[in-house]
């Protein structure tokens, strides 16, 4: 099992920057890839960005403003979100993917909530 945990939301004026992190525990040696999504009011879950050994991925929405790092020491993921808008205003939620399962991410943070004011 992995577990999950978010940290870094916040309020932020629109143009501003956030820096959001998720810290895995258990097995972690398992993980090959980690990424997040975002929910906001009334709308479904998204995709917002993935990391694995060998690349980021974006969505076309944040692409751009949005920074994805890993740091495999400290089991750590971070969205680093700069020029943020108040559509980017939802919960983050971070999730974590092991190698030799049939989808592609199988564990899930309870979520940080980000707002952005115009």
């Known amino acids: 099992q992995v577990q999950l945990v978010e940290s870094g939301g916040g309020l932020v004026q629109a143009g501003g920057s956030l820096r959001i992190s998720c810290a895995a525990s258990?097995?972690?040696?398992?993980?090959?890839?980690m990424g997040w999504f975002r929910q906001a009011p009334g709308k479904d879950r998204e995709f917002v960005a993935g990391?694995?050994?060998?690349?980021?991925t974006y969505a076309d929405s944040v692409k751009g403003r949005f920074t994805i790092s890993r740091d495999y020491v400290k089991d750590t993921v971070y969205l680093r979100m700069n020029s943020l808008k108040p559509e980017d205003t939802a919960i983050y939620y971070c999730?974590?993917?092991?190698?030799?399962?049939?989808?592609?991410?199988?564990?899930w943070g309870q979520g940080t909530q980000v707002t952005v004011s115009s």
């Open positions: 999730a974590a993917g092991e190698s030799g399962t049939n989808t592609v991410y199988d564990y």
């Open positions: 990391i694995d050994l060998s690349k980021q």
């Open positions: 258990g097995r972690t040696f398992s993980i090959n890839i």
